[in-house]
């Protein structure tokens, strides 16, 4: 039969492509026999033709703008559900509903775009690169790139903020504010006279007066105003960023919670609550109504959920959620009213940590304060990650970007909206297969226009309801 061999492998390419990555496992195996080894065998003229569609495919990869065609797709489109659940009936305020949901998506290549933000026309930006700060502002509905522009200073991950209309990063040793018309950078304020050799800013965001709060590694904290830099060393390890509140800024330490406010025009220490145990806190500080501050304690054998009274750093109460040596989180913590929904990231160490339909340590769950004492109002088995929900509490839904088990290896991703009240599983909408579509570490990020937008390994998705 002419053309059989290619009519076999355009059928591995089918079943791959509906079934997922177990049928090239099966098809490799099929070459152990040597009769299949040797129809299979290629002519040079065939070797030439599929050589030369790849060296295509892959400058096609490097000409074609960022943000002008789709994610990669995956493998595995027959064996999961695109859609499970039904819409709410109630209007959106904030977030999709789950009527008739789309999907669209668009490549970036594999950077690293975790920080979100929304600039004042509702246009996505996006701080991208590890190493080196790419800036993008992305067109909401298409998710084309309308601009980008490359960030001075290298060696540090870079931070983003919006401070009135304006955009401020940190790039280096440097915090910069950078107009959103044409992302040119209007002022730097040098830190490096203030932090050590390697030391890098962890957390940025700005206050009701304009003042840009930032925190370091080595613990050097403090906020610019204007092209004034003001500093206090809190003689504390911090990893995780900081959150701004109207009166200061808390910043979760290794060795403790700090509050700091302005007196005299300064950054102060108002408290710091240590830790009893020692270790270090799991997420950003969340401030909360009625005068609480929670965080996520990433201790053994149970990661617990701390709330602190904001004036005097004092815990008010703690709750353990998820199983024993199985629940840590790495800033998924959000407020939900006057609770917090907390994400299980336990077991997540990069992408390698989800290939081939396996899933991290499952878990989400939301821990209330009700009269002084602390409530785990639900848990549910679902397995999230990395990265962060987003709550609405307006529409009552958790959104979380989670991933389904598969025995056939099949890397199926899915926006999953939560009641919010119950925690049980409203909707979930399929938004991508294959690693590509990993958030790795990115959040869920509720858009102007009542869309979900998730920056993944591979670019940018957008999860909207159909109009």
Request: aromatic share 6%; glycine share 14%; proline share 5%.
């Amino acid at each position: 039969m002419r053309f059989a061999r290619t009519s076999a492998l355009v059928g591995v390419g089918l079943l791959w492509f509906g079934f997922g990555p177990l049928v090239l496992v099966l098809a490799a195996l099929s070459l152990l026999w040597s009769p299949m080894r040797a129809w299979l065998r290629p002519t040079r003229r065939v070797v030439a033709i599929w050589a030369g569609a790849a060296v295509v495919l892959a400058g096609l990869a490097v000409v074609v703008p960022d943000g002008w065609v789709p994610i990669a797709p995956g493998s595995g489109r027959w064996v999961t559900p695109a859609y499970v659940g039904r819409p709410s009936i109630a209007g959106a305020e904030r977030g999709p509903v789950g009527e008739s949901p789309t999907v669209a998506t668009k490549s970036y290549g594999v950077t690293d775009c975790r920080r979100t933000v929304f600039d004042d026309e509702g246009r996505l930006v996006l701080l991208c690169g590890a190493d080196r700060a790419v800036l993008r502002i992305v067109d909401p509905e298409s998710l084309r790139q309308v601009r980008s522009a490359d960030l001075p200073g290298s060696g540090c991950v870079g931070q983003l903020a919006v401070v009135a209309g304006d955009l401020v990063a940190s790039s280096g040793q440097r915090i910069l504010t950078i107009g959103v018309s044409d992302l040119v950078v209007e002022s730097s304020v040098d830190l490096s006279a203030e932090l050590g050799s390697g030391d890098c800013v962890t957390g940025l965001g700005s206050d009701e007066h304009g003042r840009v709060w930032f925190a370091s590694r080595a613990g050097v904290a403090g906020f610019v105003d204007g092209d004034r830099l003001h500093v206090v060393d809190l003689a504390d390890r911090v990893d995780r960023p900081l959150t701004v509140a109207d009166d200061g800024a808390y910043v979760a330490g290794a060795e403790a919670l700090h509050r700091l406010v302005v007196v005299g025009g300064e950054p102060t220490p108002a408290w710091a609550a240590p830790y009893d145990d020692g270790g270090s806190r799991g997420s950003a500080p969340v401030a909360l109504p009625d005068g609480l501050v929670a965080v996520a304690d990433n201790r053994d054998p149970r990661l617990q959920v701390v709330f602190h009274d904001a004036g005097t750093g004092d815990v008010v109460c703690r709750a353990e959620v998820f199983d024993d040596d199985s629940g840590a989180t790495d800033g998924g913590l959000v407020a939900a009213g006057r609770g917090v929904v907390v994400q299980n990231s336990h077991g997540y160490g990069g992408v390698r940590s989800t290939l081939f339909g396996r899933t991290t340590s499952r878990g989400i769950a939301r821990v209330d304060v009700v009269a002084g004492k602390c409530r785990v109002t639900w848990t549910i088995d679902m397995d999230a990650p990395s990265g962060a929900p987003a709550v609405s509490v307006e529409d009552g839904f958790v959104y979380a970007w989670t991933k389904r088990h598969s025995w056939l290896g099949v890397d199926a991703w899915y926006l999953s909206a939560l009641d919010l009240r119950t925690g049980r599983l409203a909707w979930a909408r399929r938004t991508g297969l294959g690693p590509l579509a990993d958030n790795h570490g990115g959040a869920v990020a509720l858009g102007p226009d009542r869309a979900a937008y998730v920056p993944v390994l591979g670019g940018v998705v957008r999860v909207a309801d159909r109009t």
